[in-house]
């Protein structure tokens, strides 16, 4: 599979990269039940095939979604990159809390790695920059991480310019990591320039938009979604936004048929077009998926590909301004 430089660092990514947010199983934002022996399965066939980096994160699961990580990398001859976060907790109900507090961004790196069972945290990212007031304490205790030789580079997760300029000031970041696909091309306005103009990588998470793209939902599916799945709490699942979103998804299916491909590679595809996309974070939940998905890394879409995708993108922006 191809790499790509991750800004300034010695990190060389595969275009895709696997995510570990499902994998966690319940906790507030999570997915629904989740099989371990599956995730296991995921994991090991993503290595397999040549994907060389990880993306997990403590709230994953409430610490689960790294346990299990932890668990294929004490087994892997050639250790992949691994990345993590910092700054979301939680509760005795596994609800989602923030702190960015100094010395819990220590005790969340300590814990990261007990369950990853590594020595070292390739790239640490702030999961989110909240609460705002402690974005500068937290980046800063990350920078201490870095120089006490606990993670080797730092990164930012969810961030808006305004965040981006913030951190700076004490130590850029090497890389971004925003949400970025066909459905959500916020990113495209002014944080993948701005990444580009300082040279940090970016590292695309959601480019088939929590499994919308690949064209397999419909209201039934949805329906039938675990009742804790937060995607039933997501506007584009519901009503007339995800019907604008099931058409688009059958377009892009059709379109990628006639190249042989499925509508989840080609969104995986659309997103790495995109020069300033080092990565995309491509999540499963079991190995059939990740064998599929696996495949767009080395696809680069053509001209004729693009044109046809603008097409279905102008005519879906209309149906949404309209829902």
Known sequence: MRTRKLGKTDLNLTTVGLGTWAIGGPWEYGWGPQNDADSVAAIRTALESGINWIDTAPAYGCGHGEEVVGKVLREVGEMPIVATKCGILWNEKREKMT???????????????RRLGVDVIDLYQMHWPDPDADVEE?????????EAGKVRHIGASNFSLRHL????RIERPVSLQPPYSMIKRDAEAVLLPYCREHEMGVVAYSPM???????KYTPEKVAELAPDDHRRRDPDFVGRRLEANMELAKGIADLARGYGRTAGQFAVAWVLRNDEVTAAIVGARNRRQIEETVQAGDWALDEEALARADELLERHKGQIENA
Do not use: I, N
């Open 165 to 168: 300029e913030r951190v700076e």
């Open 138 to 146: 937290g980046w800063e205790a990350m920078v201490r991480l870095r």
């Open 99 to 113: 702190c960015l507090k100094a010395k819990s961004v220590r005790a969340e790196c300590d814990a990261s790695l």
């Open 209 to 215: 938009q929590k499994g919308l793209l690949t064209g």
